[in-house]
């Protein structure tokens, strides 16, 4: 047995084509030893990208620290401007035991005001309101202006979680979520509040309880306004930013719900993100993401930032989308000189090999070319157009003849019509006029032209459906002129399918079989017909019925192989089942023109009629 490899060198150096050949020289010289190096390079830039990726998500969120700890700290400087002016330093710094005589003097109270409305903007501080101790002052709610008051007793909000914290804490000012704020506070003041405590004076050496305190300065904030600034932070689809204090509660978010999937109790910021400030993989429920905590500085705030880590690799996907390109873009330059320095020869034998592949999938085609040449090759090519178009022409003329022989076909199944009704309509109207009833021989004869002029005028094979419902109507007043008005025909078809076209003399035979095998096989013969049709989809379904005497099942099933014969015969000119001529003839047109998936179908009880 020959060494696998010595055989391969000799395929590849005589047996191989010359453009294979050259492209698998290009390939091993070139771009294998580029390949290997780029994709080193590739894994460095990498994580490269992924690093700067995380630390422009890091700068971000302490730029929006930054604005949160700026907003906190205004509302801070607001609360202490008011708690240090004179009125409230004499209204409220005060003993216990002094409160109840303490009076408000106008000026200063104006002052107070004037300060409120300035600082109250609306759209971040939202509303000022002043807390006393209602147990110990008089009514402070006397100083209130109308439409914006001021002064409020403490007991109005002492169900409160923040008054309930106050009471448990010494600390003398508390950032509150909603969570914190009644109802009410948060329907008419504000969704978010700062609250500053302002203890009753003591004696010295004594500290008040905590309980105690003779007012509560409150700076309601809009939520809106943080929840727009995380929402800055929050620069990419599915990424949360939100705020929790130390006691798990959410303040603020830039989304609610990517908030409630990414949400992280304080207790467990650095067991799942490690450092503050840090970006690290974190596990959720729905996946990994890239999150960390910020400290907002002189609150109990924390701001965490959670990146779908598909931003975050979506940078490197893109870096190797680019890399890619350029990748391929050379790589297509170096395939282009190896297939231009094949030479014309192989280009023209590998150009007719492969445009006579198309033979095995398809009709030929001949090739496209402006100059074939005159050597061998030349010949070969111009040989193969004229083969072509030689088996095309052929192809063509057989297409021809077959479609013609199915219109023949067609034509000949419309032109069997049945003359016995021909002959006895003229019996039923040489009668009429032997007995006198000259209107409606008028009226028959009219009737029957009409219907024949439909039947058999023009050359066209199709019909619309507005027309035949007429041809198929004339055929039972003619038929009733006969019997005595025996039968009652009612059509109920869309005015909208009147437009469509049929092949002619579809509805006749269908309604004569049921005229003269159900209505006249009854006893009483009397009966309905019913012609019905709708959309079903792309296709329009009919349904002839009638409540004659019904099929005997072994006729009908007689019937049913006469329907089904028209699948497999090849011959237009089959003839059918005795009386079943026109039946026969209608489904095999039906096929013809439209394929086998269509044509007529039957049901029938005995002694019911057809179904």
């Known amino acids: 047995m020959k060494n696998p490899i010595k055989q391969l060198i000799h395929h590849y150096t005589y047996d191989m084509r010359l453009k294979t050949k050259l492209v698998i020289s290009h390939a091993i010289l070139i ?36 604005s949160i700890e700026n907003m906190a700290g205004n509302v801070f400087h607001s ?30 109270l104006t002052n107070l005001y004037h300060l409120t409305d300035s600082i109250a903007d609306h ?71 700062y609250i500053v405590r302002i203890p009753y004076e003591m004696p010295k050496g ?16 809009s939520a809106e306004s943080f929840d727009s600034v995380l929402k800055n932070d929050a620069t990419v689809t599915d990424e949360a930013a939100y705020i929790i204090n130390t006691r798990d509660v959410m303040v603020s978010a830039s989304d609610l719900s990517l908030a409630g999937m990414y949400f992280v109790p304080h207790s467990q910021f650095e067991q799942r993100m490690g450092k503050e400030e840090t970006f690290s993989l974190v596990s959720f429920l729905d996946g990994s993401a890239y999150g960390a905590y910020f400290p907002i500085p002189d609150t109990d705030w924390y701001m965490v ?26 790589a297509a330059g170096a395939l282009f000189i190896a297939f231009y320095l094949s030479n014309s020869i192989a280009d023209r034998i590998i150009a007719v090999a492969l445009q006579m592949e198309t033979v095995r999938t398809g009709i030929p085609h001949p090739m496209d070319v402006p100059d074939t040449g005159c ?19 052929l192809m063509d003329s057989q297409k021809q003849a077959a479609e013609e022989l199915r219109m023949a076909e067609f034509r000949t199944l419309q032109a069997q019509i049945n003359p016995h009704f021909l002959y006895n309509t003229l019996d039923m109207i040489n009668w009429l006029a032997q007995t006198g009833r000259s209107h409606e021989v008028t009226e028959a004869i009219q009737a029957l032209s009409r219907f024949y002029k439909m039947t058999l005028s023009r050359r066209e094979l199709m019909n619309s459906i507005e027309a ?78 009638d409540d004659g005497a019904g099929i005997p099942p072994r006729k009908l099933d007689d019937l049913m192989d006469d329907v089904a014969e028209g699948d497999k015969t090849d011959s237009a000119m089959r003839p059918g089942a005795p009386g079943h001529i026109g039946i026969y003839n209608t489904n095999l047109r039906l096929k013809r023109l439209y394929g086998n998936q269509y044509g007529l179908s039957f049901t029938s009880r005995l002694g019911k009629g057809p179904m």
């Not at 390079?41 to 969120?61: H, K, T």
């Not at 055929?475 to 039968?487: F, G, P, S």
């Open 305 to 330: 930032s959670v990146i779908p880590a598909t931003h975050i690799t979506d940078a490197g996907r893109a870096m190797l989308s680019h890399f890619g390109i350029i990748y391929l873009v050379f």
């Open 206 to 221: 004594l500290k008040p309880p905590p309980e105690q305190a003779s007012a509560y300065i409150a700076l309601y904030l």
């Open 468 to 545: 035949e419902l007429e041809h198929v109507s004339l055929y039972v007043k003619l038929q009733n002129m006969r019997y005595d008005n025996c039968v009652d025909f009612v059509m109920d078809v869309p005015e909208e399918l009147y437009e469509y076209t049929i092949p002619k003399l579809t509805f006749q035979p269908i309604v004569e079989n049921a005229f003269l095998h159900g209505i006249m096989a009854k006893e009483v013969k009397q009966g309905s017909i019913l012609l019905t049709g709708w959309r079903s989809g792309e296709d329009i379904e009919f349904i002839i019925s």
């Open 375 to 393: 050597d061998e090759i030349g010949v070969l090519t111009d040989t193969y157009n004229y083969m072509t178009d030689e088996i095309r022409s």
């Open 79 to 108: 609360a202490d401007t008011i708690a240090n002016t004179l009125m409230i330093q004499d209204l409220f710094h005060i003993s216990a035991e002094d409160a109840p005589d303490v009076r408000i003097s106008t000026p200063r």
């Open 123 to 193: 759209s971040f501080i939202t509303d000022i309101k002043i807390y006393y101790d209602d147990s110990v002052y008089g009514d402070l709610m006397q100083y209130n202006r109308t439409g914006s008051p001021l002064f409020h007793p403490v007991s109005s909000v002492s169900s409160s979680y923040w008054y309930g914290i106050f009471s448990t804490q010494e600390d003398n000012r508390l950032l509150c979520p909603a969570l914190y704020l009644t109802p009410e506070e948060i329907k008419k003041n504000g969704q978010l509040a």
């Open 31 to 66: 771009l294998l030893p580029t390949a290997v190096l780029s994709g080193f390079l590739f894994m460095r830039i990498y994580g490269i990208v992924m690093e700067n990726s995380i630390r422009s998500e890091q700068a971000l969120s302490v730029q929006t620290v930054n």
